[in-house]
């Protein structure tokens, strides 16, 4: 059974920065990343890190957010640097299935997320 436990969301000022973590259990995927869901909106994509098709970023984040993995310890990680009110979210870990196509609905398997809130 594939477990995703994210850790690392809370609150924090515009201009911030906060690291999220994901470790995954019972699986290895050759896609890992972030969707975030804000209140009253889709889930969508943040980032991506595929052993096959390198890095990926919405264009949202380019710039100010990096993903990365470790293969040993199977988790993935998300570093977000100069926060603003509009990065408020549910941010969920990902993996399997969305590698090229970053779609919400082609993950295989999903975190319970976390929430970062970002005040002004």
């Known amino acids: 059974q594939v477990q995703l436990v994210e850790s690392g969301g809370g609150l924090v000022q515009a201009g911030d920065s906060l690291r999220l973590s994901c470790a995954a259990s019972g699986g290895t995927f050759s896609v890992m990343g972030w969707f975030r869901q804000a209140p009253g909106k889709e889930r969508e994509f943040v980032a991506a890190l595929d052993w096959s098709d390198g890095f990926n970023y919405a264009d949202s984040v380019k710039g100010r957010f990096t993903i990365s993995r470790d293969n040993a310890k199977n988790t993935v990680s998300l570093q977000m640097n100069s926060l603003k009110p509009e990065d408020t979210a549910v941010y969920y870990c990902?993996?399997?299935?969305?590698?090229?196509?970053?779609?919400?609905?082609?993950?295989?398997?999903w975190g319970k997320g976390t929430l970062v809130t970002v005040s002004s």
């Open positions: 990902a993996a399997g299935g969305f590698s090229r196509s970053f779609l919400s609905s082609k993950v295989y398997h």
